[in-house]
């Protein structure tokens, strides 16, 4: 059950905490994005909730902690490329009004993502030492 929990909890992260903060004027209804980046994000939006009602599906009802994780690195890991590389491509966390969501000091995203990449981690350790 735990590694259930853990595996939750980062799928949390981003199929509903990263659309409750993008959907607004500072992501999808930012007049300064192009309407090209917008459909990006809202691309995006859409295939991490689909991917975390998938692995949830798996998780809570075929009992998959192993697959599900794999998504979650997937999904997270994605965004931890894209942040690691983000000065080559004149990327930014920094949102248009000149704020950056912090946590601990650290950007919240990479916090959160790097937590559930850790978690899934665990997860999938306790789901091995069960099968055992």
Same mark, same amino acid.
């Given at each position: 059950m735990l590694a259930k929990l853990l595996?939750?909890?980062g799928i949390?992260?981003?199929a509903v905490v990263?659309? *409750?903060f993008e959907i607004n004027a500072s992501h999808v209804f930012n007049p300064q994005?192009?309407?090209h980046a917008r459909l990006h994000e809202v691309w995006q939006l859409a295939t991490n909730c689909a991917l975390g009602a998938f692995s949830l599906w798996l998780v809570w009802l075929r009992n998959e902690i192993r697959l599900s994780s794999l998504l979650?690195?997937?999904v997270t890991g994605g965004f931890l490329l894209a942040y690691?590389?983000?000065h080559s491509y004149?990327?930014?966390?920094v949102l248009s009004d000149g704020s950056e969501k912090m946590i601990f000091g650290i950007n919240l995203g990479l916090f959160a993502y790097s937590?559930? *990449?850790v978690l899934a981690a665990v997860a999938v350790l306790l789901d091995r030492r069960r099968a055992l």
């Open positions: 595996v939750t909890v949390a992260f981003y990263v659309p *409750i994005w192009t309407g979650t690195l997937f690691a590389l983000r004149d990327g930014s966390m937590l559930a *990449i």
